[in-house]
């Protein structure tokens, strides 16, 4: 069978770039990119396509790195940016946490949902969370690459189906009479929460090396076949983002019920109104759906940042053993579970934390991955890329400003 086979071949190359996908939707997507179209309709579309645009180049440029130095950012930013390594570090260990406590929680909750039978909430975080250790700690990256790859495959089917029939029936609700404007100064919050994790935090672009160079030492891979990867990747990501938004405004906006802003309050939220809007049987084809987006998001979440923050321990201390990716991965999920059971209340408001320092970070590991890739590989760059790369730089740094600025008001 010389078709299947070239098949699998060409299917084989793709890895981390659908795994940066994985990580990428979850609350981005699900939560923020929705509640842009169940409050604002579809006036967000062009800002969701925007900052998509404009972090494109420096997630590029990681992959780029990686690509021709057979090193991963992390070992870049430790040979070149001493003083921005250490910061990277510090961050990460403060997302690895907060970021496994909140996607750990949401996907809990979205499970608890659906099952027909009532389930302590910690009880099946935690079975959870052992689901993906057992996965992660037998199958490492190999079994991490497969599963992400149908995870991708099945979201991305069943999220167009269920926005075709949402288009199908039609907005559930009318417009309002005067729309809510989102730029009003106040909102401006909300609207770095949105754009600190679209597509995904900055930092998912160093995770998305490391990935990448654990597969390139499994497979050899052309330049071209890695940015093939990344491209279906990245651009996936932002086409489901503003599929996301689009059934935010045809499933919730205009409606006189208050939308809700939690996470998980607002992911049930979204599935009662699918289910009360075209019937009941869509309840389980939105929690699927939701499901998928944040499991998905917890195991490359749990993997990506103890991968990192193990080869960044190694890197500082070159005697540690390759087995920190084990302890690290543990002591992650022991801490993103203590952070489940005893400060779950205050989770909305660390993720909000966490979501804004995403973004105003956003332009200083921006600029230390374009200064990887100086020389030789920028030039190569097309013309588009390198206009957006200024354009993206002025407006992270403008809007991130901004941002200060208005906080430092209040």
Known sequence: M?????????????????????AAIG????????????????????????????????????????SHSKQTVVEGYHSHYRFGFKVFVLLNIFAAIV?????????????????????????????????CLTILLLGHYKILDVTSKWVMIILTLSTIAALAIAATNGPAHAPPSVPTSPYDLALLGFLVALMGWMPAPIEISVINSSWLK????????????????????????????VVFCLLGMLMQYGQEKPVELAGVAFSQQLIDMYANTIGEWARWLIAGVAFLCMFGTTITVLDGYSRVLSE???????????????????????????????????????????????????????????????????????????????????????????????????
């Open 214 to 241: 654990t597969k390139m030492m499994k497979q050899k891979l052309t330049n071209k076949q890695i940015l093939l990867d990344f491209k279906v990747g990245y651009f996936v990501t932002l086409g489901l983002a």
């Open 312 to 410: 960044s321990l190694q890197l500082t201390r070159p005697s540690t053993t390759k087995k920190s990716y084990t302890y690290i991965l543990l002591l992650q999920a022991a801490l993103g579970m203590l952070v489940v059971l005893f400060f779950k209340a205050d989770l909305k408001s660390m993720l909000m934390f966490a979501m804004s320092s995403a973004f105003v970070t956003t332009p200083v590991f921006a600029w230390m991955n374009l200064g990887l890739v100086k020389g030789e590989i920028f030039t190569r760059q097309p013309t588009y890329t390198k206009v957006l790369t200024g354009l993206g730089l002025v407006y992270l740094i403008g809007f991130a400003l901004l941002f200060v600025l208005w906080r430092l008001s209040l």
């Open 99 to 131: 970021n496994t406590a909140g996607v750990l929680l949401l996907t809990s909750s979205l499970l608890s949902y659906a099952l027909p039978f009532a389930i302590n909430i910690e009880l099946l975080s935690f079975i959870l969370l052992a689901s």
């Open 2 to 22: 010389p078709a299947l086979r070239a098949l699998k071949d060409k299917f084989a190359i793709f890895g981390p770039g659908i795994l940066m996908a994985t």
């Open 27 to 66: 609350g981005s997507h699900l939560v923020s990119s929705t509640q842009a179209g169940a409050l604002f309709g579809t006036q967000l579309i062009w800002l969701i396509v925007a900052v998509n645009l404009l972090k494109y180049p420096f997630f590029k440029y990681a992959v780029e790195y990686t």
